[in-house]
């Protein structure tokens, strides 16, 4: 079955960096694009970043551009997100999640999310 | 704030069908029909239920069934079930590849 696993999740101080990883089993990761949608504690979703199947196409939310990067290793099924200059924005659960139908701006899989506070 | 904009909470009594609406814009809702909606239980993951405006994800109850009309989409959950007691959020697509999210309704079973 899907499986997406998130890890690299902690805590933080203002400004410093953390690399998010997401593993994926179940299905041929080489074939979704993925995405990176965070949440803060009892408010909405914010979708973050979305890459291609292959790795070659990457967009990002207004928020984060210029400070995270999309990455993924298709030969470890495993998708990435590097996040630099971090503010202090308090706890935030980050989720990855796979693509409807392979490319659809929709997402079928969810990961479990990692927690990550950036407080000083 | 949430681009698109959702009400912040319905509720139904066991039985009866609930809507929940979603407005945007003509940039997004009303644009694409990249249009969808994930259900959220407390301390879980979202769960895909709607996707392309009115098609259920695989293992959805019919009893939920999405439409839109211009700008606006809705979540229509009829019979309603104790478990159905969730956040509901929706999503969109937008013209210069990015998400919106609405900012979720909280939906109360009676």
């Known amino acids: 079955q899907v499986q997406l696993v998130e890890s690299g999740g902690g805590v933080v101080q203002p400004g410093t960096s953390l690399r998010l990883s997401c593993g994926a089993s179940?299905?041929?990761?080489?074939?979704?694009?993925m995405y990176w949608v965070r949440q803060a504690p009892g408010k909405g979703l914010e979708w973050v970043a979305a890459?291609?199947?292959?790795?070659?196409?990457?967009h990002y939310a207004d928020s984060v551009r210029g400070r995270f990067a999309v990455s993924r290793d298709n030969s470890k099924n495993t998708l990435y997100l590097q996040m630099n200059s971090l503010r202090a924005e308090g706890t935030t659960v980050y989720y990855c999640a796979r693509a409807q139908g392979g490319s659809s701006w929709q997402f079928d899989y969810w990961g479990q999310g990692t927690l990550v506070t950036v407080s000083s | 704030q949430s681009a698109l904009t959702q009400p912040a909470s319905v509720s139904g009594s066991p039985g009866q069908s609930i809507t929940i609406s979603c407005t945007g814009t003509s940039s997004d809702i009303g644009a694409y029909n990249f249009v969808s909606w994930y259900q959220q239980h407390p301390g879980k993951a979202p769960k895909l239920m709607i996707y392309d405006v009115s098609y259920r994800a695989s293992g959805v109850s019919n009893r939920f069934s999405g439409s839109k009309s211009g700008k606006t989409a809705s979540l229509t959950i009829s019979g309603l079930q104790a478990e159905d007691e969730a956040v509901y959020h929706c999503c969109s697509y937008r013209s210069d590849n990015a998400l919106e999210f609405g900012g979720g309704t909280k939906l109360t079973v009676l």
């Open positions: 179940g299905f041929t990761f080489s074939t979704y694009a």
């Open positions: 890459i291609s199947h292959d790795g070659n196409t990457k």
